[in-house]
């Protein structure tokens, strides 16, 4: 039972160039999402997820793309990377209702230069 | 906008102190507020959760208080120690919601 993987843990990548994160889980959860983590800022959700098929945008969607094609993988896509998308991305996985637990994955530190 | 803000940014104890961290949010929808730890390198976990319709839960050494009328929620660390030193966040969420996290506090424990 791995929880949540994310793939790759680490990245560096030039500005312009293109990849995708990679977040696989097997809770079965039906909630799915993607955050980046800045210092001093927090965990800001960029897109989310509440079942296969769906996507929806966050607080900071602008640069990023998602597919939900299977419910255990959600993908994130940077299409032209710019040096302000730096950052530690997490996934996390719920059930979805309000007073169940967000369970993270071990992250991915990106680097864009 | 910040939906749930967070205070202190940084937090130094001595071990065996109080360790007390403050979130405060707006939206009185929400129904659910976790904490959750963080380690470096590492991603958030579950700490300590608790619903409105109770002021206080505890956890061995760690408690939540939660103040409705004030919509404000804190986390207590008694007997800090230096296991403890970590980034912790507050969140808030409402059924078939997102979470909205806090912007997280450092806190280190001196030996």
């Known amino acids: 039972n791995a929880g949540v993987t994310q793939t790759p843990k680490f990245r560096v990548l030039k500005t312009g160039q293109s990849m995708t994160l990679l977040c696989a889980q097997d809770?079965?959860?039906?909630?799915m999402y993607w955050y980046r983590q800045d210092p001093g800022m927090g965990l800001r959700l960029i897109h989310y997820?509440?079942?296969?098929?769906?996507?929806a945008k966050g607080e900071v969607p602008d640069g990023y793309n998602v597919s939900r094609l299977k419910k255990q993988n959600f993908l994130l896509g940077l299409e032209s990377a710019a040096p302000s998308q730096t950052s530690v991305y997490f996934c996390?996985?719920?059930?979805?209702?309000?007073?169940?637990?967000?369970?993270f994955g071990q992250g991915t530190r990106l680097t864009v230069v | 906008q910040q939906q749930v803000k967070q205070s202190p940014q940084s937090l130094i104890v001595q071990k065996g102190g109080i360790s007390i961290i403050n979130c405060a949010y707006e939206?009185?929808?929400?129904?659910?507020f976790p904490w959750y730890q963080q380690f470096p390198g590492k991603g958030p976990a579950l700490l300590i959760a608790?619903?409105?319709?109770?002021s206080e839960k505890k956890e061995g050494r760690f408690t939540i208080s939660f103040n409705k009328s004030a919509k404000q929620f804190s986390l207590h660390i008694m007997d800090s120690q230096p296991g403890d030193s970590a980034t912790y966040f507050c969140?808030?969420?409402?059924?078939?919601?997102?979470?909205?996290f806090g912007t997280g506090t450092s806190l280190t424990v001196i030996p």
């Open positions: 809770m079965n959860h039906e909630y």
């Open positions: 997820s509440v079942g296969e098929g769906t996507t």
């Open positions: 969140a808030a969420s409402f059924t078939g919601n997102q979470f909205y």
């Open positions: 608790i619903r409105p319709d109770v």
């Open positions: 939206n009185t929808a929400f129904d659910y």
């Open positions: 996390a996985t719920s059930f979805g209702r309000s007073d169940t637990e967000a369970f």
